[in-house]
């Protein structure tokens, strides 16, 4: 199985700042990488497919690069609605459908 | 407008079964690379997909779960069903069922709001 491992596990960052996650997959995954963006209580939401195609409706604050086995998700200008914990998950090798262990970005 | 629906028992017996349907709307199982799949996430802890079911009936498991595990479709009541057998209190979870569109986006983008399972005696 494909293991994918995000970093960091938490970070603490202010309104405004920029903000970058990392998720690293145990062997080439081409770029069929997604981000997801939960908040308590909530199903998670889709943030980036294809590890950089913002999905409809997601801001443009929002962005995605990488490809084979090193991805980031880069919020730039943090908004308090932002505070959410966020997962990546793979999509070229399966089963199974793996997800990383979640980043939660916390208001400091 | 794609909506999915997760229901079934709040609380069930460590042994028991685990029967949950999701119900959708808004797409058809049926279409070229529509796929369902359910994920589950225990409390604070992070998701776990564990089955899939294609278009075509193809179906895939969690690696670890599998013999556990079955899922199927009934494409005329826009449902999917999954059954986990042998439940214990480390399946206590959110129960998710979302959408993926493999021939696509391949990610989940639509989501059930979760349906939260409890095992115990």
């Known amino acids: 199985d494909i293991q994918m491992t995000q970093s960091p596990s938490s970070v603490s960052a202010s309104v405004g700042d920029r903000v970058t996650i990392t998720c690293r997959a145990s062997q080439d995954i081409s770029s069929w990488l997604a981000w997801y963006q939960q908040k308590p209580g909530k199903a998670p939401k889709l943030l980036i497919y294809?590890?950089?195609s913002l999905q409809f409706g997601v801001p443009s604050r929002f962005s995605g690069s990488g490809s084979g086995t090193h991805f980031t998700l880069t919020i730039t200008s943090l908004q308090p609605e932002d505070f959410a914990t966020y997962y990546c998950?793979?999509?070229?090798?399966?089963?199974?459908?793996?997800f990383g262990g979640g980043t939660k970005v916390e208001i400091k | 407008q794609v909506t999915l629906r997760e229901s079934g028992p709040a609380l069930v017996k460590p042994t028991q079964t685990l029967t949950l349907t999701c119900t959708f709307s808004?797409?058809?199982?049926?279409?070229?690379?529509?796929?369902v799949s359910w994920i589950r996430q225990p409390p604070g802890k992070a998701l776990e997909w564990l089955a899939r079911?294609?278009?075509?009936?193809?179906?895939y498991y969690s690696t670890s779960l599998k013999t556990r595990l079955t899922i199927s479709k009934d494409t005329s009541k826009n449902q999917v069903v999954l059954t986990m057998t042998n439940m214990d209190t480390v399946d206590t979870a959110t129960y998710y069922c979302a959408r993926i569109l493999w021939f696509g986006v391949r990610a989940f983008d639509y989501w059930g709001q979760g349906t939260l399972v409890t095992v115990s005696s």
């Open positions: 294809a590890a950089s």
């Open positions: 998950q793979q999509a070229n090798s399966f089963p199974p459908l793996t």
């Open positions: 808004g797409f058809s199982l049926s279409a070229s690379g529509m796929c």
């Open positions: 079911i294609d278009w075509d009936d193809d179906k």
